[in-house]
């Protein structure tokens, strides 16, 4: 009798070991019911936030099948860089395809690569890399003197608010997503056609000074903003160190 | 066994020579704990790590020689912030710009802010423990210590602490103080900033008192169970109501309303069908869209955010109620936001039938009321009560309680032994603070608090504004914070003033400090403007912005009252920075004017933005200038070119730091701008 209680008494001892010590199961215990064969990005991808922060819209895919067609029930799980979280990190897909999860970027300023991913019947893996941009203290200040300042004519896209001038320009001004033009330019020609207009640099005199407007991390801050939106991303020309 | 510990006690301390010795090799390895504790300290490994990753690098000789100034523990003390900091022992390279590619912590390059390290330390912004020298109790909270490291994404709570005044760089902040007092918290929740005054609610919430003139029991009882199905952009929490609770609440409301003279009167009937096209225009003409918002049929909330939304307003309000409310809201509400159009009865019919035609049939169509029972009306009275429904209405024979939730005045800093956590729950404030906003039932289904639809950046930055409000920052000494401009309770004087309430100038214009940020700022508008564009302003607003989709409406005004408005301006919203009368409306010379025109179009070239030419110029940035010599005083377009932001602060236009030769020339020009003929005559 003492021996049985004995036994009784060390089974549930490792009964409540093993539940003690069993780790939360993986986050996706979701089974997917429908295969597609491709991913696509239905909206909020390339956004702009700030550090640490929750993106303003969530984040859409669509799993599709061969024909293009929407697929109901396909697992879908998102990955990022060290970070970045998602809300949640996985699910399964709606009636129209769909699914979509809130993304907090991390806390250092720059680009982030986040990853779709969904599985074909075969067990293939199809992924989807979609870029946002988190802003630090510095670009967020820039950002939202673009705002203010600079969308009204270098933003091409209008919206009821804000209708924008761009059209209106005889010369276009360049949109700050536009790396081809503006990476070329380094901080002082930058820094030089913001505080004293376009004729400083032999541009468009339509390109106003705001030398007596900005104050100079004003100004700093605009152009880290800059740097950081460009399409194709910016690199500062500077020491090239021996890597490992 | 006891043989063999006497044995051992023999061979250790048998004779003195021997226990002498054995003693001195114990108090030699005791004493060289400590040290053997130090040299494999966490800090020291980490910088070991340091000095290997900056080896390999181009400027590794300079790196280094910053390192050697001061290697070991650092710590930075500043004694009046209360700030003991030892986090740059392991973070090194914090200062060091050449880093600005290294991504591994402890070394990266601190981002760029407005303060520096040395004048701050890091506890004042990241939290966590600065004195501790191991990760663990630097960054978590541990036995001793409670307070772990700020997550990133609440970190401009460390900002508000200081700050009270909204940042450019903050706005997750800024948007957490509006929420905090739009969304009513304070309604319920006392916050005290450090000078002693509290945080005000910006919300309005309606009284109570004549709800029966205004609405059914049965819309009210709809209302109670989800406001959101009603309007998706209400701010009224939903309270969880039982079905008999929600009931009890309707009836107790309806039959505590007591009647205001005039809403019952009838609406005139019309023998024909009522013109919805025309009432629509009229709701477009009226700019009613700039404050109310409406839901299209894409699901898309589009209008102003100032009344509420009207998506569904004809399955809520009465019609006699709406058309006694359009003649004129302040006999109903005498403190409401909305103007009081001095609409025409034909005007008010035409609204009354648009509005009252916006209806959804499936909003009441599941209410089936009983007449309400003496017992019901009691228990409902007990309800509202309980739930402190007086804390945001009006309501009447209910006070409203003080301090009916928990103060929030040191949320911030609230002691951890003090928070009863969820299971499963991180142990940390900001996570609590985060989890009671979501989701305030889920600590107990018998608490009061509501639940509030937030999406997660709305609960964010809720979570940030709280986070503000530490012990530090209500303890920290005067001359290091930074508070907020003084709320202004500027009151026009007179009849004029009477009439500025009436018409609600104060939502959309602000004039010294008070008032809204929708319409241009007044305070200076009597040095502005001239006297007769103004009065033809206020009885026909015109636009000056075609870009614009809010603009200020038509309201009717007699002749007397737009001279009454306009004596009050002209005279009062005066500038004391320059005289008025010191520079010309007319007369300037040909060849200056033509000296403005070169300048307006090629060295300043203004037309990027303005239009002066309706032919050739397309800006539209700033106002159209084609009548801006009949509109503006000469002087005030001097001062204005010289320096705009001290005019107006804040605007976009930019200083240009122009010659008073380039200004006066520009202002010549600007002043020949008169307007057709034409367009005078339609005036």
Known sequence: ?244 | MKNSLFHLWQTLFGDPVRAFGVVSLLLVILLAVAPAKNHFSEWRHYQKQYLALIGSRGDAVTLRRHFHEHDGIQQIWLPQLGVVDRCTTCHVGLKEASLSDVSTQPFRLHPVIPHTLDQFGCVMCHRGQGPATTVEEAHSSTLAWEEPILPARYVQASCGQCHRAPLTGTPQLNLGRNLLARYGCVHCHTIKLPDGSAIKPTDDPPSLEHIADKTTREWIYAWLKDPQTYAVTATMPNFKLSDPDARDISAFLISNSTPVAGDTALVSPSSKAPDLAAGASLYGESFCASCHAVQNAAGNVVGGDVGPELTRVGSKVKPEWLQAWLRNPRVYDAGTAMPHYRFTDSQLSLLTAFLGNKTDSDLLANVHLDAATPEQIAHGKLLVTEYGCASCHEINGIKKSDNFAPELTRIGSKPLTQIIFLPGMTHAIPDYIAAKIRQPRSFGSALKMPQFSLAPAQIDALTTALLALTDRAQDLPRALTVPAKPPSNYQPAGKAGQLMADLACFSCHAINGRGGDMAPDLTWEGSSVQRQWLQAFLKNPGTLRPALIRRMPRFNLSDGEVTELTDYIMTVYQSPAFDRDSMPANGYPPAQVEQGKQLFYSKYACQSCHIVDTKVDKGYVGPTLTQVGSRLNAAWIYHWLKEPQTMRPGTIEPNRNMDDEDARALTAFLMAQKGSSKQEAKR
């Open chain 1, 1 to 244: 009798m003492k021996r049985r209680r004995r036994i009784l008494l060390v089974l549930s001892l490792i009964l409540v070991g093993a539940a003690c010590s069993s780790k939360p199961g993986p986050a996706s215990t979701l089974k997917p019911t429908g295969f597609g064969v491709a991913l696509v990005e239905s909206s909020g991808g390339k956004q702009v936030g700030a550090t640490g922060m929750v993106l303003g819209d969530p984040l859409v895919v669509q799993v599709n099948d061969e024909q293009g067609t929407a697929v109901a029930g396909a697992l879908v799980e998102f990955s990022g860089p060290a970070g970045v979280s998602f809300d949640p990190t996985s699910g399964l897909t709606d009636s129209s395809g769909q699914v979509s999860t809130n993304v907090a970027l991390g806390s250092m300023a720059g680009r982030y690569q986040l990853t779709a991913h969904t599985s074909t019947r075969a067990q293939k893996s199809v992924d989807l890399k979609i870029e946002e941009i988190a802003l630090g203290y510095q670009q967020e200040v820039g950002f939202q003197l673009d705002n203010k300042y600079c969308a009204r004519c270098h933003n091409p896209e209008s919206t009821p608010e804000r209708v924008s001038n761009y059209d209106n320009l005889e010369v276009k001004p360049h949109p700050f997503t536009e790396g081809n033009t503006l990476n070329k330019m380094s901080d002082a020609d930058l820094t030089a056609i913001i505080s004293h207009g376009g004729p400083a640099l032999n541009k468009s005199a339509l390109m106003p000074a705001y030398g007596y407007t900005l104050s100079k991390t004003e100004i700093e801050a605009l152009i880290s903003y800059i740097r950081l939106v460009s399409d194709p991303p910016y690199h500062a020309a500077g020491m090239v160190y021996a890597q490992k």
